[in-house]
């Protein structure tokens, strides 16, 4: 289930508009903030361990395309209408994502002082009938793939000799924690072979509280990879990726991916 | 001499009710002298049997008085035939009255040797001295008739009787005189001759009657005929049968009530031994009221007929397994005749029970494909009572009401979604709280469900894309029925983000359900498809398409 959902921003057309270089945060606030307010049940089940915050996989992914998209130091400016694409395997997330958005009481939102959106438009994206054992993906957003060195967490890239089996690894874990949220409780089906085809390493710039709150710095760098690659799988398999995006933070707007034609 | 009866098992209480319902002869127990009813028993004077033959054949008559029937259907064609023009009808009705003529072969007989016949191109005056001769061949010798229509009508059910003195092929004539001579007389003036070694095994009381064959005093399927003599001592098929239970078992006919369906008959039984009273007045009322209904139903039309006869009987049925009491069917269609006792369990029972007025709802629907009709509820029941009642029926029924939306279609159905909606409830409560066991979500939702699909529907008119309704409901209902919820949960969000309508959050809430997604999901399209209201059904309009 994948839709993209576009919003305008209620400043003057063809003005020139400024986010934050940490978008994506502001963005998964804006959808926290959605979905509490539509059906706080749910958005604590999904966030919140009873007072503690849920570190569970989230079943989504989601990416944000800002139309001519201009990098300076710590902000981003573009022009025209942001483009939400918003995928999942989960019906019900969909359903409650996807009134949460439509609800009319949410805008104009202010993602930031000045720069505040509007609902325009939303519609389904019509995902691949068949998944085949071999698929080429392309990254809307890049891919975080990292392991655990002692307490620190580092970042593996698909040039690194470890890089499969770390790969393998993080999606098994993935896969498994999505698929229990639906009940069932079952693992990668089939070890899944990548190979890159274009792929460039990426940093990102990032925000989140936790992060601020523990080391006191305003901003996380974070490292991934973007591109063109050739997975290799259970076609099952390859299609939970498809719907719930690649790697670490996908609820925070990494790993989403296409199929390249 | 004053002769006891006591109660005892289902066929002889049957026989003890009968024998009540004929000696009385229409009289009210309550004001009668005739019979004595104990708390478990009733006590008669042997003398009172005087006259029990002619109340016999009477009984037994009024249960298919086709003498009568014939006089009458031929006073009625020869009215016709005076006041109407001899058209094309009327010829096929006199045709028909010559075929049923026909089939009663004494009467045919009678007429052939008298030379009474129709003429292949008969004209009006043929038929009226035809019906007119046949009128009065059926009057001179309606005695004979009479006796005839009775022996018919015991031989059909001779799985109860076999082959008694009178029944038996040779005699053709004098049957009462007959049964009069073998058995009121010989009790009457005591002329039996008894067995001196034996007792009666039924009563226990009397001494059993000589020579009385297996097949003259047990009812067949008791479990001895002749056919199983072996496992009798000596393979001496004899009874010690005394000759009062041996009439008693005669009159199970009368104790029993007789239902017919087209060709079909069937004999219901409610056994209820507590009090000799109870029993008797338990199936007096049930008699009563089948035939009360029967009444009703049949002015009904025959299609509701079939359908609320069916749960009626259901009804009935269920009531009487409720409060434990044995209720039987009894099949005489078949040579070994079926016996059906208590077939239906006490959770159906309370299903059927509390469920009821939905039951009436989804009653006389009928759904005709070119010259073939086909009734649901029927279908429908059958699968319940069989526990194969799945989603897989009302997909059907949703299927055959789609393609009688067609234009130029082959289809005609007078379902409407209300109703769909009913067989919708039901089937997701049986299969929840019959078949699995299951906690039932609340009735609420499945009408909640049903109005979101009304409000789509008017968002589908406002913009003036009804086409688009059954379409969607098509692939709704093909995702439902093959239990793809992708496909279902697909189209449902592609449709509500086409309009900007918030997708209802029900759907997502027991996807992992499937009878609850499946009754959901139906709920849906029952309430896209349909109105606000039931679209009421008129019967007379059923019975004229029907006919």
Redesign the interface.
């Known amino acids: 289930?994948r839709?993209k959902f576009i919003f305008e921003v209620s400043e003057k057309q063809g003005q020139v508009h400024e986010l934050p270089i940490y978008y994506r945060a502001i963005f998964m606030s804006f959808l926290k903030r959605a979905l509490s307010l539509y059906?706080q049940e749910y958005f604590n089940r999904l966030y919140w361990w009873e007072d503690k915050k849920n570190k569970w996989q989230k079943p989504f992914v989601f990416a944000v395309n800002l139309p001519n998209m201009n990098f300076q130091d710590d902000t981003v400016s573009f022009r025209g209408d942001i483009l939400l694409n918003l995928s999942t395997s989960d019906?019900?997330f969909?359903?409650?994502m996807?009134?949460s958005l439509?609800n009319n009481r949410l805008y104009p939102y202010p993602l930031t002082d000045s720069c505040k959106i509007a609902l325009k438009r939303?519609?389904?994206l019509r995902e691949p009938e068949k998944f085949d054992s071999k698929m080429t993906f392309k990254t809307f957003a890049p891919i975080l793939i990292e392991k655990k060195e002692g307490n620190k967490k580092v970042p593996v890239l698909p040039f690194d000799e470890e890089f499969e089996e770390v790969f393998n690894d993080v999606i098994d874990f993935e896969i498994r924690n999505i698929r229990l949220l639906?009940?069932q409780n079952r693992e990668l089906q089939k070890r899944l072979t990548f190979r890159p085809i274009n792929v460039q390493k990426t940093v990102v710039k990032h925000r989140i509280s936790d992060f601020v709150e523990t080391t006191g710095k305003d901003i996380m760098f974070l490292t991934g990879f973007s591109g063109l690659f050739e997975l290799s799988g259970d076609p099952e398999d390859l299609k939970e990726l498809y719907q719930n995006g690649i790697g670490f933070r996908r609820g925070q707007g990494f790993g989403f991916v296409e199929v390249a034609k | 001499m004053v002769e006891r009866v006591y109660l005892g098992d289902w066929a002889y209480n049957a026989g003890i009710i009968g024998f009540i319902e004929i000696m009385l002869d229409g009289e009210d127990i309550a004001s009668q002298n005739i019979i004595t009813v104990g708390p478990n028993y009733i006590e008669f004077n042997r003398n009172s049997l005087q006259g029990f033959s002619d109340k016999f054949f009477k009984k037994a008559y009024q249960r298919y008085p086709r003498t009568d029937e014939l006089i009458d259907l031929g006073n009625k064609l020869l009215q016709k035939l005076k006041d109407n023009e001899f058209d094309k009808n009327l010829k096929q009705e006199v045709s028909n009255f010559k075929k049923r003529v026909d089939g009663f072969s004494k009467l045919k007989q009678l007429a052939d040797t008298q030379n009474i016949a129709l003429p292949r191109n008969f004209s009006k005056d043929d038929a009226e001295q035809y019906v007119t001769q046949i009128i009065g061949l059926l009057n001179e010798n309606k005695q004979e008739f009479i006796e005839n229509d009775v022996k018919t009508y015991l031989a059909t059910i001779s799985s109860i009787y076999g082959q008694k003195s009178f029944l038996q092929r040779s005699v053709t004539t004098g049957l009462k005189n007959r049964f009069y001579n073998d058995f009121e007389a010989p009790i009457i003036q005591r002329t039996n001759k008894q067995d001196k070694h034996h007792t009666c095994i039924f009563c226990g009381l009397r001494p059993a009657k000589k020579d009385a064959l297996l097949d003259t005093g047990l009812v067949s399927f008791l479990g001895a005929n002749k056919d199983n003599k072996n496992f009798f001592w000596n393979f001496k098929p004899q009874l010690p049968i005394c000759e009062i239970c041996e009439l008693i078992y005669f009159c199970i006919f009368a104790g029993l009530t007789e239902f017919r369906i087209g060709q079909t008959k069937k004999f219901y039984f409610v056994d209820r031994n507590t009090s000799m009273l109870e029993l008797y007045q338990t199936n007096k009322l049930f008699m009563e009221m089948m035939s009360r209904e029967e009444n009703i139903l049949k002015e009904k039309g025959i299609l509701n007929f079939l359908n609320d006869y069916l749960l009626l009987k259901l009804r009935e049925e269920s009531k009487f397994s409720l409060a434990n009491i044995l209720f039987i069917e009894i099949d005489l269609t078949t040579v070994a005749p079926k016996l059906y006792g208590f077939n239906i369990s006490k959770q159906k029972a309370e299903f059927i029970t509390s469920n009821y007025d939905v039951f009436e709802k989804i009653t006389g629907n009928y759904i005709r494909i070119n010259d073939n009709t086909i009734y649901p509820f029927g279908g429908f029941m059958q699968r319940f009572l069989n526990n194969t009642l799945s989603f897989q029926f009302l997909s059907f029924l949703e299927g055959q009401y789609l393609s009688s939306q067609k234009p130029n279609s082959k289809i005609n159905t007078n379902l409407s979604p209300y109703r769909l909606q009913m067989y919708n409830i039901l089937t997701y409560k049986y299969l929840k709280s019959i078949k699995r066991g299951g906690e039932l979500m609340d009735e609420k939702w499945l009408w909640k469900m049903y109005f979101f699909g009304q409000e789509l529907k008017k968002k589908f008119l406002a913009s003036k894309a009804e086409n688009k309704i059954t379409s969607l409901a098509y692939r709704l209902i093909s995702a439902l029925r093959i239990g793809d919820v992708n496909t279902f949960m697909n189209l449902i969000i592609r449709t509500y983000m086409s309009y900007n309508m918030e997708v209802p959050a029900l759907f997502v809430s027991c996807i992992n359900d499937r009878d609850n997604f499946c009754a959901l999901g139906y709920s849906f399209v029952n309430g896209l498809l349909g109105s606000e209201k039931d679209e009421k059904v008129e019967n007379s309009e059923e019975v004229v398409d029907n006919e």
Do not use: I, S
Request: no cysteine.
């Open positions: 289930m839709a059906n019906y019900e969909f359903v409650n996807y009134n439509l939303t519609y389904l639906r009940g």
